[in-house]
Structure formats: C-alpha cells, structure tokens
C-alpha cells in the first residue's frame, strides 16, 4: 500500500477538485509497463514472424499516442529476452512515449536531447531520424551517461553523440544550432510513485520549488540552442503546475519569441500509463545575445572519456585502412558506412556522424567530455581493427556479414552466447563470425573451425 505525503495529497485535491478521488485512487492499481519497438530493426505496421512473436510473447496491446510502443505483461519479463539484448525494442514507461511523439523529429533534423539518460527519448528520437540527420545526447551525470551511451549502442543508431556537459556549456557551443530539442527535465517525480518509493521519501514543497527553479535554467539554455523556427518539447513526469504550467508561462514570459504549440497532460486515473506532462514551443524569431560558435584554433582542446590521438600522421587515416581491412576480410561487398570522420578515442576508432549540409565536426566537441563520438567502429591494435560491439548490433541484418552463426531465440544456444560461453557450430570455417538470433545480430565471434570463441563485452553478458 503507497502512503502518500499529506501536503501531496492536499495539492493534488485543490488541483484536481471533484476528480481528486479517482485520482488518488489509482495509486491502489498496478503500475503500466511498455515497450517500444525499434523500427531501425522491426516495423510493427508492416507485421511479420517476428512482430507476432512479440506479441505472443508479451502479451503486447498498442499503445494509442505512440504507434511503436506497446503495453506488457510484466510476467513476462521481456528484458530478459535475447531481443532485448538485439535492440529489436526499448523498455520505457507508456506515458513517456508522447513526448517525442509530438515533439515529431523528421529525418535529417538536427536534434539534441539536452537531459537524455537512461535513452528512453534519445532511442525514439533516433528511431524517428531513420539514420538521416543528427542526434546529440547529452546527460551531466557520467553514470547515467554510460548507461546513455550503451542504450544508444543497443538500439544500433549511428548518427548519435553522446557528451556530458552543463546546459550553459551546451549553449556556448552550439547557438541556434538545432532544430528540435527535447528538454526532459529533473523533477519531483509525482508521476513515478507508483513506480519508485524513492521519489515518495524524497518529495516536499520545497523539493518541488527547487525543481521548478532547475527547470527554469535548463529550459533557458535550450532556447538559446533552437534556431529560427525549431521547436522544443518539454516534459516531466510530475502532476505539479509550479514544474508544468507556471514553469512554461514564466519561460514564455521571458522570451516572447516562443509560441506555445500545444500541451499535453497523461493522467493515471484517465490513460494506461504513470503520468507526464509535455509542453511544445516554436521559436519565432531568434533569441536575444547569439553566441558565435566555437569551432577551430579558437576552441579549447578535446577533454573526453579516452584521448583522442590526432595530429602529425593523421593517425586516423591508418586506424581506418586497417578498419577497411577487416571489412573487406568479414563484410559483404558493398557494404557501406554512412557518411561520418573518423576519430580515435586511444586506440578506439569511432566515425562521428557528418550529414550532408550539416556544420558538424570534430571541433565542435572540443572542450566537451565526449562518451560516444558516433558510431564504434573497432578497437585498433598494432597492425590489425578488431570489430567493435557496436559495429555488430548497426548491421541491419545476418546478410551483410560473410560468415554468420544463426541462433534462434528459444533454443538456449543465444542464452550461452550472452553468458560469454563459446559456441559449437557444425561447418568448419574461419574469421570474425556475426552472431545473430532469428537473423538478428547479437555480437561478434571468432570462428576456428568448429569453434567460435565468444566476443561478447564481458560488461554485459549475463
């Protein structure tokens, strides 16, 4: 039974009035679980073998704001599934998903998602993006930035950065720069009582003042960030109108450029889902005092998780030849990387995404603490690339690997391979092997003959 604090109730009385009752009463339901579905790797809408297995398995019933997210059944645990560990979908609470809903990235935006761990909005982002423009993920905290950065990497999505800086730090660098951003703010978190008994102890007027001030000086950052026309979402997941209404009336207030678009309200009493709250704005015109962007000999120097090597030699150029090497010796003819610069990380090769007509590049982080500079590509060693991790799980499929070992989901063969064991295969061959369940990539093996040793990341097998 959830025990309330008295002066919560006593506020969401006055705000809710006669609607109060059916309000609280709702803490005496089960929390909703859902999941959203990855379209970088399957399209609910078009069906399918693997679509209807999901659906068996988990018990899935749409969700009706977000036409990739799904409710399960919480018995069926689906983040124990080997799909999970493919990317195939993301656990995320049903109401969350409306915030990237309306705030409608298309592909080829320029989007940054300014408070982004654990990846529940970044993943939808990326999702509606469909590889095409730019997603910068940022999240201060560097524990919740790995989690962040290893979400990103699950989901397969290629065009991503992932930096942990201040929203003032973002700001200075990246003036009038993107088209969408997503603010999901640190609230109180009413809306997760149901959820997490932590966010009950922790709650108090005075916390919430505190968030609504925070709030405030994040979504001032955002708007200095937005160009001409782009719009911001913001979302909580809190009932409380100081962090809501009055917190977009007061940024309102403060820059008559923004147009309020719209707002939306999930209520636990009234929807399947915990509860949020999202409020999109467009900028008008541009804000006050630009910043003129940091780019070139005026930046300060790379600051980021590994060092990146650069300089006489562009060590790069060699990193990626022997990159190249290895994807001619384990990738399909053809194959093809999306337009990106290589950047070494130590001995970590990675290609930050460069779209077409976009003015991004490796100067542009300089000065930024850097987790994830776009796509991992290898692990460089003296004279040869090892496949990165994230490399395997950007493959869109078994096809675009010359040696594959298929595994399917039920056997307990996939089970083996996430626990790190060595896998036993029945054609004799050699070289870096892609391991897939149901045709869907899992990771990298080394096949000898008969055996292929294990490359799962030891950090994640189970």
Not at 55 to 72: H, I, K, M, Q, S
Not at 254 to 283: C, D, M, N, S
Not at 284 to 313: F, I
Not at 401 to 409: D, F, Y
Request: glycine letters at 8%; aromatic letters at 6%.
């Amino acid at each position: 039974m959830i025990r309330l604090p008295e002066a919560y109730i006593q506020q969401m009385q006055m705000q809710l009035q006669e609607n109060a009752e059916a309000f609280l009463r709702s803490y005496e339901q089960p929390r909703t679980q859902g999941l959203r579905m990855n379209p970088a790797k399957i399209d609910p809408r078009s069906g399918g073998p693997v679509v209807e297995r999901l659906r068996d398995a988990f018990g899935l019933e749409p969700v009706p704001w977000c036409e990739t997210g799904f409710y399960y059944r919480e018995e069926t645990k689906p983040g124990k599934h080997p799909y999970h560990a493919a990317g195939l979908y993301y656990i995320q609470e049903p109401s969350a998903m409306s915030a990237v809903e309306l705030l409608d990235p298309q592909p080829g935006d320029v989007v940054l998602d300014l408070a982004a761990a654990p990846g529940g909005k970044s993943t939808h982002i990326a999702g509606k993006l469909a590889g095409q423009g730019l997603l910068i993920s940022n999240e201060i905290h560097p524990v919740r930035a790995k989690s962040l950065s290893e979400n990103i990497e699950r989901m397969g999505v290629t065009n991503a950065v992932v930096v942990s800086a201040t929203p003032q730090q973002l700001a200075e660098r990246f003036p009038r720069f993107f088209d969408k951003i997503m603010v999901d703010a640190p609230c109180s978190g009413e809306g997760m009582f149901r959820k997490d008994p932590e966010a009950i102890a922790e709650w108090s007027p005075a916390h919430v003042e505190m968030c609504a001030a925070r709030q405030l000086d994040i979504l001032q950052s955002a708007v200095t960030m937005l160009k001409p026309g782009g719009r911001l979402a913001y979302s909580t997941c809190t009932f409380n109108e100081q962090e809501n209404e009055r917190t977009v009336h007061e940024l309102l207030r403060q820059y008559p450029q923004l147009r309020l678009e719209r707002t939306e309200r999930i209520w636990p009493h009234l929807h399947q889902g915990e509860g949020h709250f999202v409020a999109v704005l467009q900028l008008e015109g541009a804000p006050d005092e630009p910043h003129a962007a940091m780019t070139g000999s005026a930046a300060p120097r790379m600051r980021q998780a590994g060092k990146a090597r650069r300089g006489a030699g562009r060590p790069e150029e060699a990193a990626m030849r022997l990159f190249q090497r290895f994807a001619e010796e384990a990738l399909v003819a053809g194959f093809a990387l999306p337009p990106g610069e290589p950047v070494l990380f130590g001995e970590q090769l990675y290609l930050l995404p460069a779209p077409a007509g976009i003015p991004f590049g490796s100067t542009m982080l300089q000065g930024l603490k850097t987790l994830r500079p776009g796509l991992h590509l290898a692990e460089v060693k003296k004279d040869r690339a090892e496949p990165a991790h994230a490399l395997a799980l950007a493959l869109t499929d078994a096809a675009q690997a010359r040696l594959a070992v298929e595994l399917a989901a039920g056997s307990g063969e996939a089970e083996r391979y996430l626990r790190g064991e060595t896998l036993d295969v029945p054609e004799a061959r050699s070289g870096w092997t892609l391991v897939t369940v149901d045709g869907f990539p899992l990771g990298w093996g080394k096949q000898s003959g008969t055996q292929v040793k294990n490359h799962y990341p030891k950090g994640l097998r189970r």
